[in-house]
């Protein structure tokens, strides 16, 4: 085996080994804060509708915490204003290991802004992301399979799609 | 350069000699009919002109911003335009005067709404008011050098990085609170002023959160511009757009055509409805009452949906476009949808206004006076609230609003159930106004292809919209391309947050900020823009 | 409280029952485009890039290059070639790996 294929097989065994402690970890029920660095608050207003009767995120294990402290996943909205960035380090830095980072909605993913002095265009340069849900906003459904996708409980379709169309568009 | 008549009831001087009187007394001679007048004014006459127009009855100062010289006199001579709402009038007067140098006529004594933009101003352009009033830092981050990205120059001294001068007496201390606050709202930075429990003073930062979109949008085609102008603050999407989209047919020399316009108010409607939904949403939540907060929340969702199936996005982006609509109305699905989705919302309110425990956190809360509201240049519900019958759709009726006339629903009391009782009665108005509005929008064509009108002049305009906070307004400059010189943004939410202090002082306890801010429902976005 | 506890029994359940099982609610969402490879022309590549306001596009040789998590749906590359990008109908998009929400779609098509 060439020392590259080597690598990339460990990297594969890490990550599978990643995916299991956080299946353990958090299979079951976990603490939800949210962050805003940026954001224009469609992306807060969907989150706050997952609390909400049509969505009830608590039946689904989660739940949302005002305390860093007491939280397991990090929701990350907004495009990383840059003099947000110390509060955002602070928020991360005072949650407990083992943690999640969800990069949350387009500005976040590096979509609306591009870097330039007031923003970083995008949350993954600042914090560790593990996991990303596009939209703008992403809808309560989408967030809901977002952090489903997140601790291991769904796995992701969007890999296997490959957003090309055979036949007419709709 | 006219501006074409928008709506049925014409503004302007028709019958309306103080207006004229007024104009004369600026040395400007009768203008025809046109919603938006334009007048210079030399920076010498500034003050005594300020002092004239305020004392105007129904004249109330609703923004001031500045513009920089061309590149070519970088250093030269600013732009600082004043627009006036003439609500009586029906019209907007925009002052404009050269300032060259340093220093301005101050405008705060005399129009106290003006201190937020004297301190916006000096940060971006480096000029201040006359007096020796120390200026606050706004929205630029401490730390922020004359490198700093600014619209004009920096200023010669930097701001003071504390809040508007206060009295702090016997054994208050202050604590900041934020920007990380509670989950799944804004951050948000307060300072606050206790002696404990009761709240001497509270103030707000913002720069934490300001993205410099008026810096970005130099440059940008209108179209460009319009997707930034939507995500500033996604909850007033359409009121912004709005407001944007009619600078720059102002500027152009284009109208929308009817069936467009239509579009436009159906969707404000909505943006209205879901708004005012997710604000009793957040005042049963602030006080405790989980249960109204579902029911809240289930009607504010099949208001979202109702906006998904009507316009294609839960929250209205992509409705508005320059010279008219991108989406077409499914109006079949609003119909049959719109009436289940404010069914929720209005038996939600009925049973909110019959619990006691509820409405007696809601009486003299937050209490904002007239007065208050009138001198900080407050808008929306929160201004109506106070007694302050100002309504963009009814002051400066744009189509259909003219022929559409809605009723303009007003409290006294000022507390945070008057603000509660007025956004309710809004929803009620706006459930009428979509029907109404809906039945009479005909005609071909949704919008204007691109590139219509005049020809792309170097020429300038003033958009507004009553958004559900308010009144939007947002002012433009495009070069010859057509490309924007200087864009200028101003959401309700930058006049209405300068209230929120005055709710919240004395009288109040910690466990009262929450529940003004629900019954205020700003965002912070709207305003560190 | 009476008062709101029949009003609470009476509307029933609401709550969806996703993922278990799909929600109708999600045909209103607006979806990112996918596009017909063989209707794209480098021409027209080009065009799409130009026009998305989020820079989700972008062209590299002979592929589209389209960045799902930077696209807001906005429909703007749709409404300019609606041959060649349609709504893809999905808004199950979450990734754990940001490579996954960036998708190369070949150009195909032949010039006119």
Known sequence: MTSQASTDQAVAE??????????????RSLHIRTLDTGSCASCEQEIRLLAAPHYDLHRLGFFFTPAPRHADLLMVTGPMVRAFENAARKTYDAIPDPKVVVATGACALGGVYQPDPFTRGGVGDTLPVDAWIPGCPPSPLALLQGLLVAVGRLAGKVQDLDFALNGIPQ | MTVPSRGEVKPGLAGRPGLRDLLTGLGQGAADDQPVITAGVAAAGLEAAVRQIAAHPGARLADVFVCAGSPQTNGGPVTLRLVWGLDADRTYLITESAVDGERYPSLSEIAPAAFAEECEIYEQFGIRPAGSRPLNRVALPPGAGPDWPRLGRAPAEPPRDVHAPHHVGGHAFEFPFGPVRQVAVESLYYGLVTSGEELVDLYLFTWHKHRGVEWRLRGATPREALFQVERTEGLGAVGNAWAFAGAVEAALGIEPPPRAMAMRAVALELERLYNHAAATAALCQSTGLMIGQAAAEIALELLLRVNAAAFGHRYLFGVVDIGGTRADLDAAALGSDLPAAYGELERAAAALLSTNSFLDRLEATGILTEEAARRLGLVGPVARATGLAIDARADHPVRPYGQ????????????????????????????????????????????????????????????????????????????????????????????????????????????????????????AAGTAR | MPLWTLRGLRRGVVTTRYPARPDPSARLLPTPPAFRPDMLTPGLADRLVS???????????????FDVGACTACGRCRAAAPQAAGASGEFELAATAREHLIKRIPLGGRPA
């Open chain 3, 51 to 65: 026009v998305c306001p989020s820079r989700a596009l972008a062209r590299d040789g002979d592929m589209l290059v």
């Open chain 1, 14 to 27: 890490r990550s599978e080994e990643l995916r299991r402690t956080i299946t353990r970890l958090f299979g």
């Open chain 2, 404 to 523: 559409s006339r809605p009723e303009v629903a007003v409290q006294d009391a000022g507390d945070v159930l008057a603000r509660f009782r007025v956004m309710l009665a809004e929803a009620a108005e706006s459930v009428r106004l979509i029907a109404e509005i809906g039945r009479t929008a005909a005609g071909p064509g949704l919008a204007l292809p691109p590139g219509a009108g005049p020809g792309q002049l170097a020429s300038s305009g003033l958009g507004w919209a009553e958004s559900s906070r308010g009144e939007s307004l947002a002012w433009v400059a495009l070069d010859d391309s057509g490309r924007i010189t200087r864009a200028r943004l101003r959401p309700a939410a930058v006049r209405n947050w300068r209230g929120f202090d005055d709710a919240c002082r004395s009288q109040n306890v910690f466990t009262d900020i929450p529940i003004i801010e629900a019954s205020f429902w700003l965002t």
